[in-house]
């Protein structure tokens, strides 16, 4: 891939190819060193669960680093496999952890506890990425696992509360979340606005004040702290949060879906997949059952009859015969084609 390839590919301009290839280089010689730093840690009796979080870190900044470098939606799916692998293996070692603690201390300790605190701001962040980034690739499964492990935030923050609601058997209604700065525009959008249009001028409000509500935080400004020929600890500027929220509750982004800090193509994916869909509990495994005749590559021929669509264009929704060749779409800006079958088959509306 040329330099200009990358550019064109890539979705923030603050990363060049070289430091994507020195980050990745990078976040894997730091997992390694995590990793050696338990076991050495493991030998000596010591139970201390920061390297599992480390390696959560580490494979959450992959996810992101490789979105931002413009992978398709699809490849990021086994990337987020290993996040959700990462914050189970951090989940419980901290819970060893603190069984640990309270034998040698004698105390009564939870033992449904969770190292992300959300009174913390960058561990409520780093939930939030998780829980989005679930929402937005439409796997119900990881969600319902997050809850679990997250046990003992349920029913205290109504921001988390209301993304995994779509995937949980048992929501909880509370008013309360942690946080006023900066997620209050945000959960204004859902909960307190009367109308489309202040709903959208709500999310661009976070928007454009959410960069600056992290200064202080350990990747603020990485872009502008690379380590000449090492790497550079920026990743993505990305509130995956935002577009979890327009999924969810319909709302439409049309007047900031080109900000710079907001995934619309993630977003844009999880409405032409109809990810919401499927993060009900018994869907994704129901939808999974019959995912490749229901994914198409442009150029062969249709598996079944029915209605298809593909993100590579807008306002692509047609009906297909079987055999019909499905075609590409010349000149997209979202890459190879793909048609993908719609659960809603029923025919458009005249």
């Known amino acids: 891939m040329t330099a200009h390839q990358f550019r064109a590919k890539r979705r923030q301009k603050f990363l060049t190819e070289q430091y994507y290839l020195l980050n990745i280089f990078d976040l894997a010689e730091s997992s390694k060193a995590y990793a050696q730093g338990v076991v050495n840690l493991r030998a000596r009796g010591d139970l201390e669960p920061a390297g599992q979080g480390g390696i959560f870190k580490d494979q959450l900044n992959l996810l992101k680093l490789r979105y931002t470098a413009g992978d398709a939606i699809d490849e990021l799916k086994p990337v987020y496999a290993d996040v959700l692998k990462a914050l189970g293996e951090w989940n419980d070692a901290y819970r060893v952890y603190i ?12 033992d449904y506890g969770t190292p992300l605190d959300f009174d913390d701001l960058s561990h409520f962040q780093l939930a939030m990425d998780v829980v989005s980034l679930g929402v937005l690739l439409g796997d119900g499964d990881a969600l319902r696992q997050i809850a679990k492990w997250l046990q003992q935030h349920r029913g205290t923050d109504l921001l988390f509360e209301s993304l995994i609601e779509p995937a949980v058997s048992d929501p909880r209604d509370n008013t309360d979340f ?4 900066p997620y209050d525009p945000l959960i204004d959008a859902f909960y307190t606005v009367e109308t489309p249009d202040e709903a959208s001028a709500k999310v661009k409000e976070y928007l454009d004040d959410w960069y600056k509500s992290f200064e202080g935080a350990p990747w603020h400004d990485g872009h502008l702290h690379a380590v000449e020929g090492e790497y550079m600890p920026y990743y993505g500027y990305w509130s995956f949060e935002a ?16 900000h710079l800090l907001y995934p619309k193509d993630l977003a844009d994916w999880a409405r032409t997949n109809h990810s919401l869909a499927r993060l009900k509990p018994g869907a994704s495994k129901a939808e999974g059952s019959d995912s490749r005749s229901n994914r198409v590559p442009g150029g062969e021929p249709c598996p079944k009859a029915g209605w298809w669509l593909t993100p590579a264009k807008v306002g692509s929704r047609r009906y297909f015969k079987v055999g019909e060749v499905m075609p590409n779409v010349k000149g997209s800006s979202y890459g190879s084609t793909f048609w993908q079958w719609d659960i809603d088959q029923s025919s458009p509306k005249l």
């Open 99 to 110: 069984k640990a603690l309270a034998v040698e201390s004698g105390e009564e300790l939870s």
């Open 243 to 258: 577009a979890a929220v327009c999924v969810i509750h319909d709302i439409d982004d049309s007047t900031f879906r080109n």
């Open 178 to 181: 942690f946080h006023v700065s």
